[in-house]
């Protein structure tokens, strides 16, 4: 049988989420669960496959994460969450036919980047955020891959950008992304609101065959991967009580960052004022 499961975690503390060797990873975590649990037995009949890669330091609430099993029974959310690290959960699961495949299946993805307020015009970023809008090639906003070299044209369906108290929330909503794509935008906008480009900058770098320009990635702690859709959907079981866990613990921990944060915030020495010499 094939299950599917809908797993968060905070990517702080991991390589990315793809298995990698010798790093701590998010599939790599999860592997190490289902074999102690017993709901697989050999990693390469179980054939564990996600919906796609999220880089060192991104978080996320909804990637999907399939694979082959013989003990569905085990392949529940509380009972994975029990041995799971705290860095990640599982909360849904589905059974799905042999052939589902969470990645090429996927007809739409939403992130969430989210920044400092203070630096930024945001009704600047706005307007360049509409030119994202549409199909596109994204191969100025792309990190090259010369081992799996693939067209860069993505279709993005919606950029929202939103300001609430001390942060900028961008929302995207695109079919796919490149390596890269959705941090580089972002520095894109935040070049915009600083002053330092404008939105005809934004429109030659949209036409890549013309002009070609190297940009950094915003940093990944900032991103989060929100959702992913499928048509038809799977029939998700949600597990009420890891929801409810989950949310506990992350609601005490927001309210233990606040307070380190100001903490923190204490510890920016603010230099003596000079002597008057006159």
């Known amino acids: ?117 203070d630096e930024y015009d945001i009704s600047k970023m706005r307007d360049a955020a509409k030119l994202f809008i549409g199909e596109h090639n994204f191969s100025n906003f792309a990190k090259k891959d010369k081992n799996n070299p693939r067209s860069t044209i993505r279709k993005v369906e919606k950029l929202d950008i939103r300001s609430q108290g001390s942060v900028i929330k961008i929302d995207i909503v695109a079919n796919a992304y490149l390596w890269n794509m959705i941090r580089k935008i972002v520095s894109a906008l935040t070049l915009v609101g600083n002053g330092n480009r404008d939105t005809e900058w934004i429109a030659r770098m949209l036409d890549p065959e013309i002009y070609e320009e190297g940009i950094e990635p915003a940093p990944s702690y900032g991103l989060i991967f929100l959702d992913i859709e499928y048509d038809p959907e799977p029939e998700w079981m949600i597990d009420s009580y890891a929801v409810k866990h989950t949310n506990d613990f992350y609601a005490r921990e927001a309210n233990r960052f606040r307070v380190i944060s100001t903490i923190l915030e204490q510890f920016v020495m603010q230099p003596e004022k000079e002597p008057d010499l006159d």
């Open 1 to 117: 049988m094939k299950v599917a499961l809908k797993i968060g975690y905070e990517g702080t503390h991991f390589s990315g989420s793809q298995i990698q060797p010798d790093k701590r990873t998010v599939e790599g975590e999860l592997l190490k669960v289902l074999q102690e649990t017993g709901v697989i037995s050999d990693v390469e009949t179980a054939d564990l496959s996600s919906s796609g890669r999220t880089d060192a330091g991104v978080h996320s609430i909804s990637q999907v994460v399939t694979f082959f099993t013989d003990n569905p029974r085990m392949a529940i959310p509380r009972i994975l969450n029990s041995k799971l690290p705290r860095d990640i959960w599982a909360w849904a699961y589905a059974e799905v036919p042999d052939d589902f495949d969470p990645r090429r299946h996927a007809v739409r993805r939403k992130y969430r980047y989210i920044l400092n307020a």
